[in-house]
């Protein structure tokens, strides 16, 4: 199993940055995509950004351009740094690893850290 610890959520103006930081434990060789979703109240779970082994990246259209995600793979972690923040993008967000055993795929989440942006 993997466990996923996420750090760096709080309240910030409209305008401001904040860091997110997601430590991995447990069975992570195997991990091969790790990143970030959100999840506002009354809305689904969105997908924020990921990373993967390769450092390949993939980001919602909402994020571009103010969000970076970064992992740093001796620490087992991946950073969200969100720039220029908006209040849509108040939500609670969620840690997430990828990988796969035996041809099968796995997903572990997080516990979640809320973000509020002020106006």
């Known amino acids: 199993q993997v466990q996923l610890v996420e750090s760096g959520g709080g309240l910030v103006q409209a305008g401001g940055s904040l860091r997110l930081s997601c430590a991995a434990s447990?069975?992570?060789?195997?991990?091969?995509?790790m990143g970030w979703y959100r999840q506002a109240p009354g809305e689904q779970r969105e997908l924020v950004a990921i990373i993967t082994s390769g450092d390949a990246t993939t980001y919602a259209d909402s994020v571009k351009g103010r969000f970076t995600i970064s992992r740093a793979n001796a620490k087992n972690t991946v950073y969200l740094q969100m720039n220029r923040m908006k209040p849509e993008d108040t939500a609670v967000y969620y840690c997430?690893?990828?990988?796969?055993?035996?041809?099968?795929?796995?997903?572990?989440w997080g516990q979640g850290t809320q973000v509020t942006v002020s106006s």
């Open positions: 997430y690893a990828r990988r796969i055993v035996v041809a099968t795929t796995l997903t572990s």
């Open positions: 447990g069975t992570i060789s195997s991990i091969n995509t």
